[in-house]
Structure formats: structure tokens, C-alpha cells
């Protein structure tokens, strides 16, 4: 993902030349330099330094390297700042790159820049990232929450993001007690494409695997039930593997037992999402279970994995950069008029019919 690894040198460099004590106009590091340290192409290391020019953080002259600006050490007047705060639980992988390249792309096109920060799913980074977010000075900030089905301890930060009157728009998903718009897919109507199409193809043992400390995870789950009393199941969480995002590899090790009884007992398995559906995919094949002759597999999110893995997967598809742009667009929309609706933007799903579903 090499593309996406300058966002990372940029707020490494940021990092570099406050805790160096570099002043403006003292030579900042070259190319050569920055692709040494991080292990990157010349590219990688170019967009970055675009982007630290763009942000007034160095300025390059020709025949001469990059040096540090006044930008970096005297932060301008707040009613000049463009800058917008981008805190996502993961970037490297999935489908996060995409969701982020479309962020980036309006905020660009807009005259923004972006300060991305990684929470790992974890609440105390979210903390950290707020409070770095918000000494700033960020215009907004676009959000996707950490355990977003768990009690928040960081209910203080976001308080004060509502008495500073510094917009907020959640993606993928957002915190229950939160009034911020989010831009999402409809979580519930995937959960329930994804059992229907199982149920339709002649299946009638359906089980599923969810997260149980998102959000998605629940509203997924409560489209698979819906899904599986519409169609006669009535003891649907009974067929259902819950894990926690931090240790979703459990499902297939510690609770590798329980799964093959999950197994032997249905004919079509409906994923919380890809990634866990590959993983199912990787476990069927180490116990000699043929997918999808003996089980049937669906995922939810057409990431990159879908259709590259040894059975290219059926799954519900994710609108990935186009919910970036919307979600930037929404942010935007909130920054130049704060009067403007404060409502959800929900994705409708789109079901990907690939070879992971046999037909009954």
C-alpha cells in the first residue's frame, strides 16, 4: 500500500521537526534521507513533501533541499486555518485506503488539508487523538468511532468539540448517545441481503459470526435475524458466533471447537464481514471443508480480498470512496453553514454473486 504510506511520513516529519527543535528556515531532511528511513520510493517520499509544502509546514527551493517554514512553528489566525482532523480506526488495509483516498480527494478539491490520526479500534488512542485534533485547531472532524457499541470514557472530548462549535460527521458508523450526522451503509440491510440471498439459493441451516462491540456488528446481526424469522428460523441466535474486533482471530483458534460444531450443524455461514469471511474460507481449507459444496460462505463489504481469495467470495458490497467523499462533502457543508441539515446519509447495499454460495 505503498501509495498511501506518505500520510504517514507526513505526520512523522510533523513529529520530527517539533521534537528537534527545528526553527524556520533550518535545512530539513532530503529525498534520499526520508526514503532510507522509511523504506520508500522517491515517489512516496515527493507526495509527502508536497503535501508538508501545501500545509505551510516546510518550503522547497530549487538546487537547495527543503527547509523548515514559519508556518510550522507560528500556527495562523483561526480564521485562516483550512485544516481538517480525520481519526479512523484502521488505514493500511481493508477497505480503509479507499475511504480515506475519497476524504482526502474533496478536502483537496476544496482547499482543505487533512490531519489523519489511527485509533487501532482502541478508545484510548481515539482519546489521544481528539485531544491532538483539538489543540490543533482543526476547522471539523470526520470520525469513525472506537467500540462504537461500548460505554465511551471519552464523552468529555467530544462535550467540548460541541462547545467549541467544531463540526463533526461520524463514518461507517457512530456512538448511540451522539446527535452528529453519520455516513454509513445501511449496516442492517446488509445484514439481511446477505441471509436472504442465503435462504434464497435453498438454504435453510443458516448461521452467523459477528462483532459484538461495534455497532455494525449488532445492526448486521439484527438484519440476519430478521432475515432468518422471515424465513422460518426462529432460533436464529443460536446458529451465532460473537468476537471482539481486538481478538477476532479467537474464532478460529481458542474457539475452533465450537465452530465446527457451528459447521456441522448449517450449510451457509453469513460473515460480520470480509475479513472474517476469508479467515472462514482459510479455516475451511485446513479442515478439508469443501466451500461451497459442504458450506456456503457471504461476507459483507467487496473488499480488495473478495474476489482474489481461493473462492472468490459472495458478499454485500461497501461504497468505500464514494462514503469519503460524501462524508467530506458532509463535513464541508457543515463548516460553510452550520445551519445546514444535520441528518444520516445511508448507503443503500448492493449484493457482489460470486462462487462462495452453492445453490441448493
Known amino acids: 500500500m505503498e501509495d498511501y ?34 523504506g520508500v520510493s522517491r515517489q512516496t517520499v515527493r507526495q509527502a513533501l508536497m503535501c508538508l509544502e501545501n500545509e505551510n509546514v516546510i518550503s522547497r527551493v530549487r538546487g537547495s533541499g527543503a527547509f523548515v517554514s514559519a508556518g510550522s512553528a507560528q500556527p ?11 481519526i479512523s480506526t484502521y488505514f493500511t488495509d481493508y477497505i480503509f485506503p479507499q475511504i480515506v483516498t475519497g476524504i482526502e480527494s474533496v478536502l483537496n478539491d476544496s482547499g482543505y488539508s487533512m490531519q489523519l490520526a489511527i485509533t487501532h479500534n482502541k478508545v484510548s488512542e481515539e482519546q489521544q487523538a481528539l485531544q491532538s485534533m483539538i489543540s490543533s485547531g482543526v476547522q471539523g472532524l470526520i470520525i469513525e468511532p472506537s467500540k462504537s457499541a461500548l460505554p465511551n470514557p471519552n464523552m468529555e472530548l467530544y462535550d467540548e468539540l460541541r462547545r467549541k462549535n467544531i463540526p463533526v460527521v461520524f463514518f461507517n458508523a457512530k456512538y448511540p448517545w451522539s446527535s452528529y450526522p453519520c455516513v454509513s451503509i445501511d449496516d442492517e440491510a446488509a445484514g439481511r441481503l446477505a441471509a436472504d440471498y442465503a435462504f434464497g439459493c435453498g438454504h435453510r441451516r443458516v448461521a ?13 446481526y439484527s438484519g440476519f435475524t430478521k432475515s432468518c424469522i422471515a424465513h422460518g428460523l426462529r432460533n436464529a441466535e443460536e446458529n451465532v ?46 479442515h ?21 481469495c481461493d473462492v472468490p467470495l459472495t458478499t454485500v458490497a461497501h461504497p468505500k470512496r464514494r462514503l469519503g467523499e460524501a462524508v467530506a462533502e458532509k463535513l464541508i457543508d457543515l463548516i460553510c453553514s452550520p445551519s445546514a441539515d444535520n441528518n444520516d446519509i445511508i448507503f443503500t447495499p448492493e449484493l457482489k454473486i460470486r462462487d462462495s454460495v452453492k445453490k441448493l
Open 288 to 308: 478439508d471443508i469443501s466451500v461451497p459444496d459442504e458450506i456456503s460462505v457471504v461476507g459483507i463489504d467487496d473488499s480488495k480480498y473478495a474476489s482474489i
Open 76 to 86: 495562523e489566525q483561526p480564521s485562516q486555518v483550512k485544516n481538517i482532523g480525520v
Open 5 to 38: 504510506k506518505y500520510l504517514n511520513i507526513v505526520e512523522w516529519a510533523k513529529d520530527y521537526i517539533a521534537s528537534n527543535g527545528l526553527k524556520p528556515k533550518d535545512r530539513f531532511l532530503t529525498e534520499k534521507e526520508l526514503c532510507e528511513i522509511h
Open 208 to 220: 452467523g459470526i459477528f462483532a459484538l462491540d461495534d455497532i455494525q456488528g449488532h445492526k448486521r
Open 241 to 286: 458466533l460473537w468476537f471482539a474486533t481486538s481478538d477476532k482471530n479467537s474464532v478460529f483458534t481458542s474457539g475452533e471447537n465450537n465452530l465446527l460444531v457451528l459447521l456441522s450443524e448449517t450449510t451457509a455461514v453469513v460473515c460480520y464481514n470480509d475479513n472474517i469471511a476469508v479467515k472462514l474460507l482459510q479455516f475451511c481449507k485446513e
